[in-house]
């Protein structure tokens, strides 16, 4: 690849250095002994300038030492923003420096199980009943989710169908609008929890039906 095609291709430098490491390592390794102190000066004066990722990095570093699965920088900067620097149990506002801590809401590094919190709660001082009840409801959604997802996928003809129903009754969103499977699902959930509404005391009905049913089937046994 010639210089003229790496000004064409944005990542020409990024490629010439996949294709060339052991050039790339010893011209750093030169670079560096003929440089100690500046390279030094410059690493200490743009870890103070970038102090809040330096400390994301050692917490992807921790996370990733300690639990499985693998987290960056950019992933503990993520959950910092969705969760607006607010700790997950105590509700403590503009959390920073050594009081924001990564909270492990279950041991992995899946971002779903991941918070922030402050110092004193993550430190265990918090009542272990509030930590369970607050997990016991993070697992109750996932669950409820997991089963959503599988019903879809075993039923998307029938979703599909709710979803036209919707629109006839509604005329919200015409599924030629729709390009992704996540934007049906959004608009099959909406209409189920209209219907559901709308429904309530007949849903009611049917489901003490059943319960009944249920119980002089046991009882019969």
């Not at 989710?145 to 029938?158: C, L, P, Q």
């Not at 189920?192 to 046994?221: F, L, T, V």
Request: with cysteine; charged share 40%.
């Amino acid at each position: 690849m010639s210089n003229k095609q790496g000004y064409k291709d944005p990542d020409y430098m990024k490629k010439w250095r996949e294709a060339n490491k052991d050039k790339v390592r010893k011209q750093r390794k030169n670079y560096y002994e003929a440089n100690k102190d500046r390279t030094k000066e410059e690493a200490v004066l743009w870890a103070k300038e970038n102090a809040e990722r330096v400390s994301f990095s050692n917490k992807a570093k921790s996370a990733n030492q300690t639990y499985p699965g693998h987290l960056t920088v950019d992933d503990i900067a993520e959950i910092v923003e969705k969760s607006g620097r607010v700790c997950h149990w105590c509700g403590k506002e503009n959390l920073e420096g050594e009081d924001l801590t990564l909270e492990h809401l279950k041991p992995t590094n899946d971002k779903r199980f991941l918070a922030i919190a402050c110092n004193r709660c993550n430190a265990g001082k918090l009542a272990n009943s509030d930590r369970k009840h607050l997990l016991t409801e993070i697992e109750k959604k996932e669950k409820n989710r997991n089963r959503a997802n599988e019903w879809y996928e075993k039923n998307s003809d029938r979703a599909k169908e709710r979803q036209n129903e919707y629109y006839h009754k509604t005329k919200v969103l015409h599924p030629k609008v729709l390009k992704t499977e996540e934007e049906l699902k959004e608009t099959v959930s909406t209409y189920n929890k209209k219907y559901a509404e709308e429904h309530k005391d007949e849903i009611n009905a049917r489901r003490r039906k059943r319960n009944a049913e249920k119980r002089a089937k046991q009882k019969g046994e």
